[in-house]
Nanobody, 114 residues
Framework: QVQLVESGGGLVQTGGSLRLSCAAS????????MGWYRQAPGQQREFVAY???????NYADSAKGRFTISRDSAGNTVYLQMNSLKPEDTAVYYC????????WGQGTQVTVSS
């Protein structure tokens, strides 16, 4: 099994920045891709960004140009640097990891005031 623990969420004003972290532990040697999803109240969970073992990354249109995903292979940690935050970014942010199955973290709250 794989365990994922997110941290770094909080309350910021419009235009502010946050860096989210996700630390993986357990049977993590086979993990290929890690990424971030988010879910606002009353909304469906949506994709934000992912990064592969080979360093390929992809972003949702809403994140492109403002968010940056990175991965520390040695530490089995993935980060999401979020800049120019907007109220529409308010959500619970979840870390996800893939091998032959999916693993999810518990989520961390990000709130952007208007």
């Amino acid at each position: 099994q794989v365990q994922l623990v997110e941290s770094g969420g909080g309350l910021v004003q419009t235009g502010g920045s946050l860096r989210l972290s996700c630390a993986a532990s357990g049977s993590i040697s086979s993990i290929n891709t890690m990424g971030w999803y988010r879910q606002a109240p009353g909304q469906q969970r949506e994709f934000v960004a992912y990064i592969t073992n080979g360093g390929w990354s992809n972003y949702a249109d809403s994140a492109k140009g403002r968010f940056t995903i990175s991965r520390d292979s040695a530490g089995n940690t993935v980060y999401l640097q979020m800049n120019s935050l907007k109220p529409e970014d308010t959500a619970v942010y979840y870390c996800k990891a893939w091998d032959t199955k999916d693993y999810w973290g518990q989520g961390t709250q990000v709130t952007v005031s208007s």
